[in-house]
């Protein structure tokens, strides 16, 4: 008996990395942030064309989304088409090279760009609906840094430092974020060495527009800082052994337990952004030397996740 064919369109399916970025495609404001940059990008009067900026940007984001070094990204394009597709760089025609890449980091990095990429994509989210600006929510993260001395230098990094957490030490930075209490969506982002307390940089993460704020055990006492503005109200969790010393069967300390709960609730949107970078972005160790670096690097991570957080929403008001 003649055994039967099966004939299938692989064409059809599409892979994971596909899907994300077909969606972030849509999601991204393309056109704003082209708008954005574009004063700080050279028009290429002379010399070698440069790639349009549109390209540069996307190629960029590339970077953040899958941990790509400027050589890595080189490389990436022969081995992978996909992204010369989301690229958008014509096909037999000249590649960005490694040194391109970087001058255009370079670029960005010299004139702050980081930061006003975040608040544009804030300013579309907020124009959807999407970010609210009525309490936050702030939290941090360590983010590791080679402890290596294999280089020019001899030398670790002077501008990350070790910090404890429990009985364990971690040598690199620290990423403070606030987020909006309602979204979970980050709104400011600062960059500190490891050893710099959550505390110190609490009150620097407000915007100004909430009247509450919310915070863990470790910003016990921010209310207290010289910093500090009495037009916000701070909801900090009681510290671990204070709220586990509660007695159950007392009626006041089992309102105190459920109050701290609510608190939880909302604290817990903080650690979503943490998520998306450290998981979904893979960043989980700083790419280069120094602070200002590694944190326009941060502030770009973070407003790519804000988009990534509501991707469906986006989506969906484009159907």
Not at 272 to 294: E, M
């Amino acid at each position: 008996m003649k055994q039967a064919t099966l004939n299938l369109d692989l064409s059809a399916k599409k892979t994971r990395k596909q899907v994300f970025l077909d969606q972030m495609d849509q999601v991204v404001p393309w056109a704003a942030l082209v708008e954005l940059i574009a004063p700080y990008y050279p028009e290429g009067k002379t010399g070698r064309p440069p790639f349009s900026l549109l390209t540069m940007l996307r190629i960029h984001f590339m970077q953040q989304w899958f941990t790509l070094s400027d050589p890595a990204m080189e490389e990436a394009f022969f081995d992978t088409p996909l992204y010369r597709e989301f690229a958008q760089v014509e096909e037999f025609a000249r590649l960005p090279d490694e040194s391109t890449i970087l001058r255009f980091r370079h670029r960005l990095e010299k004139h702050k760009l980081a930061e006003q990429i975040l608040q544009t994509v804030n300013q579309l989210l907020t124009e959807r609906g999407l970010l609210l600006k009525a309490g936050t929510a702030v939290d941090a993260t360590l983010i590791a840094a080679p402890t290596s001395t294999k280089n020019k230098d001899n030398k670790r990094d002077p501008e990350m430092h070790s910090s404890k957490k429990g009985n364990q030490w971690y040598f690199g930075m620290k990423a403070h974020i606030g987020v909006d209490a309602e979204s979970g969506l980050v709104h400011t982002v600062r960059g500190t060495s490891g050893n710099i307390s959550d505390i110190a940089e609490a009150n620097s993460l407000l915007h100004g527009q909430e009247g509450i704020a919310y915070g863990d055990a470790g910003y016990q006492g921010v209310e207290k800082r010289p910093d500090a503005t009495k037009e916000v109200t701070w909801h900090v969790a009681m510290r671990p052994g204070k709220r586990r010393a509660l007695n159950k069967e007392n009626e006041a300390d089992v309102l105190i337990d459920k109050a701290e709960k609510l608190k939880a609730g909302i604290r817990a949107k903080v650690e979503h952004p943490f998520r998306v970078i450290k998981r979904q972005f893979g960043y989980v160790k700083v790419r280069y030397r120094g602070l200002k670096k590694n944190t326009a690097q941060l502030v770009t991570l973070f407003a790519l996740t804000n988009l990534w957080m509501v991707r469906g929403e986006l989506m969906g008001a484009k159907a």
